[in-house]
């Protein structure tokens, strides 16, 4: 513990206050992430269940409509909390083993050091060990599933050394209810018991992750037109989901918090089609069959990086800072450290490197502002595919050696990734190369070791 504090003081320094006499103004930051949620999976693009509240926070606010994210759940959190590409730290896939060196200068971390009180209410999932929870990168309260999604009822992780996995601040704990209510219960009570200082709010749900069970009430809620048990509780489970999200903004109301917050919606990655009832999972008698993730027009699904993978709904509330409205300019995980750190006033003071942005421009221009000259980058689980991106063209590299395929995609003329244009297009696709070989140069370049 006294090399953990010694590195948290490290980290703490490594942050300044930006003196500009508006420290009071320091907005509140709520960041809500569902788990597995589709492109179409919400109403307000074409979903069959009804979300009737993120619809209504998508039409009064910003909707960023390429928001994109990793392919799976560990790498999405390890770009969210660090603000680089997961693949920096050697993390593809979802992992139990700790994903961060013990100094990572990390979000909370670094909001922390400007003032504010910090808490995750849900999945961790880079680190399943209680000495390796978030609790030791910077959140003074945590609570969930220290590994990843777990049963709706009985908080299980998959069978093996993490299913026992809910916890209350790395003390591991046993409750009655189901985990929607439970994430959301607690985000609630934290928002009320909060003071002056401004506050890091981190809401990652395990909804709409499998294994699927949800409440009679939801499930009886369902429209009539959706059938078939597992579509039916996946509808339930948004519907739970979109409900839940309601009742952490009229919390934030009712604590008078909403009007001095910074609240954004997205998924962790695209949605999934495995099955419901998988057996890694303890039983707890799972309805049978596929999950219905929807992410059209898009193609692929979770675990690709194809559009349907990575690009996921994302809506932008800021009061009095961000007016309603779409913006396509695109956004990456990984600019939501600079940006948050930004709005708070915190400067790195040394080179983080960083590869996200500090977007706060484009929030509060919306469509009126040029996107950003840059390179998109991704990593598939075990770096089966890479991918690189301009905001038009897209470049996606599959198998290694003689097995390497490349395809060259126009996303701007072709968004869902319909024509392989490589053959027709030689000197964008060499371009393209070029650049996927610089901008993966810097993988694992921050190596792990196991804590002892």
């Not at 695109?330 to 490197?353: E, N, Q, S, V, Y």
């Not at 689980?381 to 198998?399: E, M, N, Y």
Request: glycine letters at 8%.
């Amino acid at each position: 513990m006294t090399l953990k504090t010694t590195l948290l003081g490290a980290c703490i320094a490594a942050f300044c206050l930006c003196q500009n006499g508006r420290a009071a103004a320091k907005p509140n930051i709520v960041f809500i992430m569902a788990d597995d949620l589709g492109w179409a999976d919400v109403a307000f693009h074409g979903g069959n269940a009804p979300t009737p509240h993120l619809d209504k926070l998508a039409a009064e606010n910003l909707e960023l409509t390429h928001h994109y994210v990793a392919p799976v759940c560990s790498p999405t959190r390890t770009a969210l909390m660090t603000g680089r590409f997961w693949s920096r730290f050697g993390v593809t896939q979802p992992q139990n083993n700790r994903a961060l060196p013990w100094d990572t200068v990390t979000l909370p971390r670094a909001l922390k050091a400007v003032g504010y009180d910090t808490c995750l209410t849900g999945k961790w999932h880079l680190g399943s060990l209680p000495e390796e929870g978030p609790n030791h990168f910077g959140f003074d309260h945590a609570y969930g599933s220290l590994a990843g999604g777990v049963g709706p009822w009985d908080h299980f992780y998959k069978q093996g050394p993490f299913s026992v996995t809910w916890h209350r601040d790395e003390k591991l704990i046993t409750e009655q209810g189901h985990v929607t209510d439970l994430i959301t219960a607690e985000a609630i009570k934290w928002i009320g018991e909060r003071g002056a200082a401004p506050f890091f709010l981190y809401v990652p749900f395990t909804a709409v992750h499998l294994p699927l069970k949800e409440p009679k009430e939801w499930e009886s809620r369902v429209p009539a037109s959706i059938t078939g048990e597992v579509p039916r509780h996946y509808a339930a489970s948004i519907m739970h989901l979109d409900d839940s999200v309601a009742k952490i903004i009229d919390a934030l109301e009712k604590a008078g918090k909403r009007d001095n917050t910074l609240l954004v919606f997205t998924s962790d990655n695209g949605g999934s089609t495995s099955q419901n009832n998988d057996t890694k999972y303890p039983a707890d008698d799972y309805p049978n069959g596929s999950i219905p993730g929807n992410n059209l027009p898009l193609r692929g699904k979770k675990g690709d990086v194809f559009e349907g993978g990575i690009r996921v709904p994302a809506i932008v509330s800021w009061p009095g800072v961000v007016s309603p409205g779409k913006t396509a300019v695109p956004f990456h995980i990984a600019d939501w450290m600079p940006t948050f750190c930004a709005a708070a006033g915190a400067k790195p003071d040394g080179d983080l490197r960083w590869d996200g942005a500090d977007m706060t421009t484009v929030l509060k221009s919306g469509s009126q502002v040029a996107k950003p000259a840059r390179m998109l980058y991704w990593t598939a689980p075990g770096f089966s595919a890479v991918a690189v991106s301009d905001g038009t063209w897209k470049l996606i590299v599959t198998g290694k050696g003689e097995k390497k395929v490349s395809a060259l995609f126009n996303i701007a003329t072709d968004p869902n990734e319909s024509m392989d244009v490589s053959a027709a297009e030689p000197a964008m696709l060499a371009k393209m190369s070029a650049a996927l070989k610089e901008i993966s140069a810097s993988d694992n370049d921050r190596k792990v070791t196991k804590a002892k």
